[in-house]
């Protein structure tokens, strides 16, 4: 019996700076790789996965709209002001 598997892999050019570079090479190096491919793959899934995730957050925030009386509302303006002037 035999098998065939077949995976399309796509090669392609991105600008990176130079440090990221070296520093991809560095990790690579610690696992045994010659190259970032898989470190970059690694790091595609996990914002792909987080990109996915932040969408259903999205949704379910969108579902408590109204969920709060003005007087909540108004309180939790407040603070959320109060935390992004601490950010400046």
Do not use: C, N
Request: hydrophobic share 45%; glycine share 8%.
């Amino acid at each position: 019996m035999h098998v065939h598997v077949s995976f399309l892999l796509m090669r392609t050019t991105i600008e990176i700076k130079p440090e990221h570079r070296a520093k991809l090479l560095e990790l690579a190096a610690h696992r045994g790789q010659k190259g970032f491919s898989q470190l970059i793959e690694e790091a595609l899934d996990a914002f792909l996965r987080a990109q996915a995730g932040q969408g259903a957050v999205r949704k379910r925030a969108l579902t408590l709209r109204g969920a709060l009386d003005s007087r909540e509302a108004k309180g939790l303006r407040a603070v959320a002001g109060a935390i992004r002037a601490s950010w400046r």
